[in-house]
């Protein structure tokens, strides 16, 4: 099954990392409707928000501990780079600070926390890498026939 890869510069994900998931995760649902999904960080959920109508997963709520410790309480948008590591040390290069990371998001590929120099924040997010096929040596039918 192929995935549709988030094209280079892209908006992919909004999260909000708070000290009291359970509570903004309510706040959000009793004001805009959405509905809620746990995802186990082991021993606690962080929650998938979901959209109230078809629930297509919109952002996450995620509790201030563990991988997400540190992170500043702001809606958090990941923006999909290239490479992780040439765009953290570019931010760097250019004026702004690397917050948190790079660092692995499990299977789905790696991410940093940066502030611009402005002081406003964003992740940058750069997805798995694809392994591409290899061509195979030899002949081809194409050069059987010769």
């Known amino acids: ?7 280079i510069g892209s908006i992919n994900w909004f999260d909000l990392t708070v000290d009291a998931a359970e509570r903004v995760r309510d706040f959000y649902r ?9 995802v186990d960080m082991g021993g ?20 201030a501990r563990g991988p997400n410790a540190g992170l500043p309480p702001v809606w958090l948008v990941y923006i999909t780079v290239k490479d992780v590591e040439r765009s953290a040390a570019r931010c760097r290069d250019l004026g702004g600070t690397v917050v948190a990371g790079p660092k692995d998001m499990g299977s789905m590929g790696r991410y940093c926390v940066i502030r611009d120099p402005a002081g406003a924040v964003a992740a940058l997010f750069q997805p ?14 194409r050069s059987k026939r010769r």
């Open 128 to 141: 798995p890498r694809v392994a591409t096929p290899r061509r195979r040596r030899g002949r081809t039918a």
């Open 30 to 38: 009793d004001v805009v409707g959405w509905r809620s999904t746990g």
């Open 44 to 63: 606690y959920d962080d929650f998938c928000m979901n959209l109230p109508e078809g629930g297509s997963t919109v952002a996450g709520i995620c509790h």
């Open 1 to 7: 099954m192929a995935t549709k890869r988030p094209a």
